[in-house]
């Protein structure tokens, strides 16, 4: 089992013993060792996921980092957040997965509407299994709870992740203030119900729903 | 003259009666005291030839001399500002990388292409720091900048350390630096792991590495 440490906040220190994991492409940025590195292509195994692949768009380079040592790996400055998966299934957008035990399933998902105000996609990409994961974000991020009392409304652009049994749907607020110009600027949010985690950022991509 | 880390971006300096500082012109955030900012023509020691040697090598970041009684505090672009102290060994970065640095380190310029042959001239190339880069020496402490943090990696006999040249910042000691390429036929076909160029450092000392593969 390779593991996942923090090295400050914004660089993630793997140590190998002769495993591997999966990591975004080109995101090493030093390592002690012997370390190989080969290209793959994330989202899925084997010829399903290509042709999956192929339609979502929800495409990342990934490459398969394998060797004895430690490896360094860091996104643009981004904070690196770490995640351990229990056999749950975590759903991820492929821009803020930056690393994952190769014992973890990658695979896409179909998430609706969310997608489509997000900029990106109607996909999004899972990961499934026991073992750890590290994820990008932009500032610091914050682990909110959902219970079937609390549901959560999130800013699509604010948005990285989620675990758990959630029903997402896409709201829209936009009325009539909205269509003269007075709108309060957030038009749409995601709307999570049920059990489970969401992971959002301090920071907001941009999206479509951010132009309105 | 140490300095101390005020925040990640910005560090601050005293100085003294009888000591220099040199730092990037326009470094400068906030002093209290008796300060005064000369802009430093030769760009930091050595004379003229000095100046002369930096303007060849392309290494002539504008610097400004600080002198007096009271505190400065130095912070550049929002970049991370990292402190390294010498006790006595070479700082080996590149110019615009140096936020301030004490008066009582000897600068330098030195040729990539003498530590690590042909080689060492392709890593300028590579990491975008042309040919020559700076040195510093002596007892003293220097505030560099990087993107997004600073991982220091000790480097021992035996225990060399591969570096993604983009994310190289600075070394220090006795290190010897070769660039290895892992170029196959995957790279020639656009399906490489984007690891095709790594920077080697053996030997003795120390790399900083910065949490981003970004350009300041």
Redesign the interface.
Known sequence: MAQFRL?????LAVDLTGDSVKAK????????GE?T???RTGGGEGLRGMVTRRLTGEQM?V??VKGHGTC?F?????EINLVSLQGEKLYVESSNLLCTDSALRTGTSFTGLRGSAQGNGLFTTTVEGTGQAALVSAGTAVVLRVTPQTPLQVDPGAYIAHTGGLKQHFQAGVNFRALIGESGGESFQIRFEGDGLVYVQPSERNTIGGEV | MPFNILTSRMVEAQVMPGQTLFSQRGAMLAYRGDVRFTPSITGGQGGVRGMIGRRVANEATPLMTVEGQGTVMFGHGGH?VHVIDLVGDTLYVESDRLLAFDGSLRQGTMFLGSQGGVMGMVRGQVTGQGLFTTTLEGHGSAAVMA???V?E?PIGPG??????PQ?YVAHRGDVRNKLST?IGW?EMVG?????AFQLELSGTGM?Y??????KL
Not at chain 1, 25 to 32: R, S
């Open positions: 090295q400050g906040s914004r660089v492409n080109g995101a090493m940025v030093a390592y002690e370390m590195f080969k290209k380079a490459m398969e360094y860091a996104d643009r400055a981004s | 991370h993107h997004g943090g991982l990696l225990r060399p350390v591969h570096v993604d994310a892992a995957r399906r490489g792991s984007g690891e790399v590495v910065q949490a981003s593969e970004e």
